[in-house]
Every structure is written in structure tokens, then in C-alpha cells.
């Protein structure tokens, strides 16, 4: 929850599954304050999300209505309203915010669409937010977005639009694999080995066939051998993230790449990428997602003006 009473020109608003994060602005894109709640998309009706956005950000309405800009999975199907999803190629920032009626007259919600992808299909709702941060501080920027998380996605970017992207549940493989599958007795909560996970992510992309038996060769190395919880938690990460890397390659190969997202998972792509030569620049996500907001709210205020 927010501490400080700030009355904000406009709220900026990531809203995802699992956590509503929201900060008061000023016109200017100067940040006054923020809050936070665990009331995430997963676990509200449609008809209880805008008490759980009064729940934070209550303290910084002003007299008026306040324009409230939010990305993420607020605008699903299962959300607070379905925003419409723009299709690639377009520009990565798309308009036609879906609206939802609110019942405080305090509130202007406008929620960010998501994109999609026909063939193959694709889809994503916030990335799309981050990667216009990114190119709002790096205009003209040209080449491929990583994004990692629990589903990490690629996107290609030109001119200012999202060309093409794909998603890897590479996140997702690697937490049901060390908390419900045989490796959960082998793998480590935490710790890391730097050079194993280097290793296994070239051993992966030379032979990605091999993966199944990799991955279950961390258990016997461990029943055999002592294979260490640390080096185990690194070996499985890069045998993942390789394969990802091999299926991936024609998106990062001979191009300049950005991964956007939290700092040490980011930094563990850098590192599976400069392993293949590939130097990355690494950017913050939730910087990139606020600067994206921002950028949304000065498109809003250009095109009502």
C-alpha cells in the first residue's frame, strides 16, 4: 500500500496476474510517489477491480477526474475489461485504449492493448509497454526485445514497430521442473555456478535433441556423483535457456538485442548471450514499463488536445 498523500496529475498502472503496481505522476513524467497491493488480475471479478485500484491509489485524486493509464493483463479476457489486441506488424505502442465504466467519477481508466500474432500464433499484453520504453529512450533503435519471465518473448523491432515475436515458456518449464518433477529433489532453491550454466547452455544449442536426457542426467549426477544443489539450479537453467537460445537463433543472430526485464534474470540472458558472442543491452523492466506508461499518457494528451 502507498504511505504518502500526493495529488497526481495522472496514474501510470502495471496490473498483472499476481500484483497491481501503480505510481502518481506529473505531467511532466516526474514520479510523486507509489504503491502497491497482491490484489493481481488472478484473483479479482471484473467488479471488484476498481476498489482494488482505490485501495492504492485513493490518496492522490484530486477534484477532478483522473486519467489513469494501465498495461497489462488488467486489459485479458479475465480482467477488468478486454482490450482489443493490435495485430503485427504495428506500432509498438497501439492505440484504441478499452475503457471500463467506473463508478467514481474520480477515475479515467485506459487500458493499453495488447498485441497479437496470426501465424504463429502469438499474443502478449505489457511487454508491448516496456519494449516503447525502451525505444522512448532510445529512439531510432533498431533489432531484437528479449524479454524474459515466466513466459520470455523475442520481438522484432523496426521503425518503431513490432514486426514479429515469440514466446518461450522457458520460466514456466523451469519452476514446474525444480518444484514438481523428480529434479525437485536435486535442484537448489538458490545459489548459482556460473560456469555450469555457461556449459550447459553451449552443450544445449550444439545438441538440442539431447535436452530430455540432459535434463534427467541432472539427477543421476546428483545420486551418483554428488552433483551440488547450486550447480544443479545453474545447469538446469542453462540447459533452458539454450534451448530457447537454439529456437530463438534467427531472431538474435547477427542483430543488436535489449533484454528488458528484472535485473538478475537479465542479467543471466546477457550472459547465455555474450557466451554465443552476442553483447546485449541490459534495461530495467519496471523503468522500461513507466517510461512506456508515459509515453502512452503524452500520446493520450497529444491526441485530446
Known amino acids: 500500500m502507498n504511505t504518502h498523500s500526493k495529488t497526481a496529475d495522472w496514474i501510470a498502472v502495471d496490473w498483472g496476474t499476481s500484483r ?22 488472478g ?10 485500484l482505490l485501495d492504492v491509489v ?20 479475465q480482467g477488468w475489461i478486454e482490450a482489443p489486441y493490435a495485430v503485427v506488424p504495428c506500432a509498438v505502442l497501439p492505440t484504441g485504449y478499452a475503457i471500463p465504466k467506473t463508478n467514481n467519477a474520480l477515475l479515467r481508466v485506459h487500458v493499453i492493448p495488447g498485441i497479437r500474432q496470426d501465424a504463429p500464433a502469438d499474443v502478449m499484453r505489457g511487454e508491448e509497454t516496456q519494449i516503447a520504453g525502451f525505444l522512448a529512450l532510445n529512439p531510432g533503435w533498431d533489432g531484437i526485445v528479449c524479454l524474459p519471465g515466466t513466459h520470455t518473448k523475442w520481438a522484432q523491432v523496426s521503425a518503431g514497430e513490432l514486426v514479429s515475436f515469440q514466446t518461450f515458456m522457458t520460466g514456466e518449464l523451469f519452476a514446474t521442473l525444480s518444484d514438481a518433477s523428480v529434479l525437485k529433489h536435486t535442484v537448489a532453491p538458490t545459489g548459482w555456478d556460473e560456469a555450469a550454466f555457461v556449459e550447459a547452455v553451449s552443450d544445449v544449442m550444439a545438441k538440442p535433441e539431447k535436452l530430455a536426457a540432459r535434463l534427467f542426467s541432472l539427477r543421476a549426477e546428483n545420486l551418483l556423483h554428488g552433483l551440488e544443489g547450486d550447480t544443479a539450479r545453474a545447469r538446469l537453467s542453462g540447459l533452458l535457456i539454450g534451448a530457447e537460445l537454439a529456437a530463438a537463433r534467427p531472431y538474435w543472430l547477427g542483430q543488436q538485442v535489449a533484454v528488458i526485464g528484472a535485473s538478475t534474470l537479465s542479467q543471466i540472458y546477457g550472459a547465455a548471450l555474450s557466451a554465443q558472442g552476442v553483447p546485449a543491452t541490459i534495461a530495467d523492466g519496471p523503468r522500461m514499463t513507466l517510461t512506456g506508461l508515459t509515453a502512452a499518457y503524452k500520446a493520450l494528451r497529444a491526441r485530446d488536445a
Open 20 to 41: 497491481l503496481r501503480a505510481w502518481a505522476m506529473t505531467n511532466s513524467g516526474a514520479e510523486l510517489t507509489s504503491g502497491a497491493s497482491e490484489k493481481g488480475m
Open 43 to 52: 484473483v479479482l471479478a471484473p467488479e471488484h477491480f476498481e476498489g482494488a
Open 58 to 77: 485513493s490518496p492522490w485524486l484530486g477534484g477532478g477526474a483522473t486519467d489513469v493509464i494501465a498495461c497489462g493483463m488488467v486489459g485479458s479476457r
